[in-house]
C-alpha cells in the first residue's frame, strides 16, 4: 500500500512537472516570437512567467520521493533525465533569459535609431554586459543536457531530451554570435 501511494505520489509530481515543461517550451517560442519582432517590452513579461514555469518543474522534481525513485530500475533513469532537464532549462531561464530580458525589456526600436548622425551605444553596452555571463550560462546548460544519457529512457523522454539538447545547442551558438558583435561597442 505505501509502495502504491509513492508511485501515485511520484507519477502526480512527473505530470506536474510535464505541465510546467510544456508551458515553458510554449513560452520559449513566446520568447523567440517577441525577439525577432523586437517587442523588447513584452521579454520581461514572458521570462518572468518562464521563469516561475522551469521553477515549478523543478520543485516538482527535487522531491524527495523522487529523488529516491530515481535508483529504481525501469523509471529511475527517465526521473532523472527529467529532473537534470528540469534544472538545465531553469539555469537558462533564470541566468540567460531573465538578465537579457530584464535589460531588453529598457530598449526599444528608437533607442537604436541614430540621433544627429550618431548611435546611442549605451544600449548596446548595457546588453554586452549581461551577454558575457548570461552566455557561459546558457553554454554550461547546453553541456549539462548534452552530457544526460537518454540511452533506455522511454520515448517521450528521449524525444525531449534530444529536442532540448539541439535547442539549447542552437541557442549557444546563437548567443555566442550576438555576443561576438556586441563586443565591438566600446565600453
Do not use: C, Y
Not at 59 to 71: C, I, N, S
Amino acid at each position: 500500500m505505501l509502495v502504491a501511494l509513492a508511485g501515485g505520489w511520484v507519477g502526480i509530481r512527473a505530470l506536474n512537472a510535464k505541465s510546467d515543461l510544456t508551458k515553458a517550451q510554449t513560452l520559449v517560442s513566446t520568447i523567440k516570437a517577441q525577439a525577432t519582432k523586437m517587442d523588447f517590452a513584452g521579454l520581461g513579461t514572458t521570462s518572468k512567467q518562464l521563469s516561475a514555469a522551469t521553477s515549478s518543474a523543478v520543485a516538482q522534481t527535487h522531491d524527495p520521493l523522487w529523488r529516491a525513485a530515481e535508483v529504481l530500475p525501469f523509471i529511475g533513469k527517465d526521473l532523472s533525465a527529467v529532473r537534470q532537464m528540469a534544472e538545465a532549462i531553469d539555469s537558462v531561464s533564470i541566468n540567460t533569459l531573465a538578465p537579457v530580458a530584464k535589460v531588453a525589456s529598457g530598449l526599444s526600436v528608437a533607442s537604436l535609431k541614430p540621433v544627429n548622425g550618431k548611435f546611442n551605444l549605451a544600449p548596446i553596452v548595457a546588453l554586452n554586459s549581461v551577454l558575457g555571463p548570461a552566455a557561459t550560462s546558457l553554454h554550461s546548460a547546453s553541456t549539462a543536457v548534452s552530457d544526460i544519457d537518454l540511452n533506455g529512457t522511454m520515448g517521450v523522454v528521449h524525444s525531449a531530451g534530444v529536442k532540448l539538447a539541439g535547442m539549447l545547442t542552437s541557442a549557444d551558438t546563437m548567443v555566442a554570435d550576438i555576443r561576438s558583435i556586441t563586443s565591438i561597442a566600446p565600453a
